[in-house]
């Protein structure tokens, strides 16, 4: 495996449904992020994981748990959700401080979620 | 506060050359990025600019005035598979990006 990956990529969960989606990168990146994208609205940053740990929460439900167990891992659990979660989940690794232009993400496939 | 504006769709014709601007405003910049995004698909790195002044890459050119906020992207000898939505995002101080919502380009034939 190269790059960024997620699985699942397609989703469909109810409301009182419990699930994880998950992210794994193969580029030796050590910082991962969480994006939500809705149809024509900006990419929405969730979380950032500098070094395993997390530097980032932009006001994010707490219906969204996001765990880092190493700098290549990335899950987000949900629990709970509404329908207006529904969105592309994607998940990006860079190299952070590393300069000129080190810091690009590279982005997985993403999960598409619809919560029903 | 920060912000990234670009246009919302744009039409060229197969073989044209399209220009696409942006515009931002950020705390602090660490650079300019392009992303193309083919529907249902994840964005994927086009290019990087920190400095004034137009960057080349094949078919590709992106541009940067610091002092203007102000970006563009210029796609030449348009293909079909160009069709795509294009991203902009400036990094901040923090090297956090702001994201543009994208821009649309529908290629004709």
């Known amino acids: 495996e190269t790059g960024v990956t997620q699985t699942p990529r397609h989703l469909v969960m109810g409301m009182t449904n419990k699930k994880s989606l998950k992210c794994e990168q193969h580029?030796?990146?050590?910082?991962m992020y969480w994006y939500k994208q809705s149809a024509k609205k900006p990419l929405e940053l969730m979380f950032v994981?500098?070094?395993?740990?997390?530097?980032e929460n932009n006001s994010v439900p707490s219906r969204f748990s996001p765990e880092c167990p190493n700098s290549s891992h990335l899950f987000l659990h949900l629990h709970t959700l509404q329908p207006e979660d529904s969105a592309l989940y994607l998940c990006?690794?860079?190299?952070?401080?590393?300069?000129?232009?080190?810091?690009?993400?590279?982005f997985g496939p993403g999960t598409r979620l619809l919560v029903l | 506060g920060q912000n990234i504006d670009q246009p919302t769709e744009m039409t060229a014709t197969e073989g044209a050359i399209v220009q696409i601007n942006c515009t931002y405003q950020?705390?602090?910049?660490?650079?300019l990025f392009w992303y193309q995004q083919h529907a249902g698909e994840a964005p994927t790195f086009l290019s990087y600019?920190?400095l004034d002044g137009l960057e080349e890459k094949g078919r590709f050119s992106s541009f940067l005035s610091r002092s203007k906020g102000y970006s563009y992207l210029l796609l030449k000898e348009l293909q079909m598979k160009d069709s795509a939505s294009y991203l902009c995002?400036?990094?901040?101080?923090?090297?956090?990006?702001?994201w543009g919502a994208g821009t649309k380009l529908i290629i004709k034939p």
């Open positions: 950020t705390s602090g910049f660490n650079g």
């Open positions: 600019n920190v």
């Open positions: 580029l030796g990146h050590n910082a």
């Open positions: 994981y500098n070094f395993k740990e997390q530097t």
């Open positions: 995002a400036a990094m901040d101080s923090n090297y956090q990006l702001i």
């Open positions: 990006a690794s860079s190299q952070v401080f590393s300069g000129g232009g080190g810091e690009t993400q590279y």
